[in-house]
C-alpha cells in the first residue's frame, strides 16, 4: 500500500463540499482508504446536522467506493506506541486522531490532512491537501 492516501475527516469533508484542491489531487487518480474512525466520526456528524437523509447517503456512498482499514491487535499496539511517544513530548492529541495515526503507519500509508497536530507523531508522512 505504499504511496497510496488515508483520509482524515477534514479531508473527507473538504471531499463532500467538492473544494477544488481536493478535485485537483484526484487527477492523478491515487488510492485512497478511510479509517473506520473516520467513517464513524462522519455518521455522527451526519445524524447531527440538518440534512440527514442526505449527508448520511453521502457517507454511505463513501463507505462504498473506498476501502475502509479497521484496527486490530497490531493496530492497537502501535496506537500504544504512538500514544506514548506524544506523551513523552508532551503534545497529546485527540484518542481519534491516534488511532487514525497508528492505522496509517501500520499500513504504510500518507496521511492526509488539515490537522497539525499530526507533524508531532515520528515517522507519519503528512500532507494537507
Excluded at 469533508?13 to 473516520?38: G, W, Y
Excluded at 491487535?73 to 506524544?86: D, I, M, P, S, W
Aim: proline share 4%; with cysteine; glycine share 6%.
Amino acid at each position: 500500500m505504499n504511496g497510496n492516501f488515508l483520509l482524515d475527516t477534514n479531508i473527507v469533508i473538504a471531499m463532500f463540499a467538492d473544494e477544488p484542491s481536493f478535485r485537483e489531487r484526484l487527477k492523478s487518480n491515487p488510492t485512497l482508504f478511510i479509517p473506520s474512525v473516520v467513517l464513524g466520526e462522519l455518521y455522527y456528524g451526519a445524524l447531527a446536522s440538518i440534512r440527514i437523509k442526505e449527508n448520511l447517503k453521502k457517507v454511505d456512498d463513501l463507505a462504498r467506493l473506498v476501502v475502509v482499514l479497521n484496527c486490530d491487535a497490531r493496530t492497537a499496539r502501535r496506537f500504544g506506541e504512538v500514544k506514548n511517544g506524544l506523551r513523552q513530548k508532551g503534545r497529546p492529541i485527540p484518542e481519534n486522531d491516534v488511532w487514525i495515526a497508528a492505522l496509517c503507519l501500520d499500513h504504510n500509508l500518507t496521511l492526509v490532512s488539515r490537522d497539525f497536530h499530526f507533524e508531532a507523531i515520528d515517522g507519519l508522512r503528512l500532507q494537507s491537501w
